[in-house]
């Protein structure tokens, strides 16, 4: 479809926040500038597969077993902007209280 239209793809891995972050901006900054579509494919998984009924262990067995043993994107997240950015617990709290409110 991209192809068709003569869109950019952009591929970014849905694990890593700051780079999805980055892929879409740019993407609008691209299509403010141009005036263009543009494509981003986000390549990550679905823990419940393709919906909230599927049960994809009985088609993929193998991959969902690796799946569940996943840590929650949210999870490294959090742990990552601790670790690498000094991120306080207490702000994350506040920003997660935040966005309750605001739900």
Not at 23 to 41: C, E, N, P, S, Y
Not at 49 to 59: A, C, I, L, R
Request: charge should be positive.
């Amino acid at each position: 479809m991209a192809k068709s239209i003569n869109a950019p793809i952009f591929h970014v891995n849905a694990e890593s926040l700051e780079d999805v972050a980055k892929t879409f901006r740019f993407a609008a900054q691209f299509r403010q500038k141009f005036g263009r579509d543009v494509v981003i494919d986000l390549i990550g998984y679905r823990k419940m597969g393709h919906n909230e009924t599927d049960n994809p262990s009985f088609t993929q067995p193998m991959m969902y077993k690796i799946v569940n043993k996943m840590e929650p994107i949210r999870n490294k997240y959090r742990r990552q902007l601790i670790e690498e950015f000094g991120v306080e617990e207490e702000k994350l709290a506040e920003i997660d209280n935040f966005a309750k409110k605001r739900a």
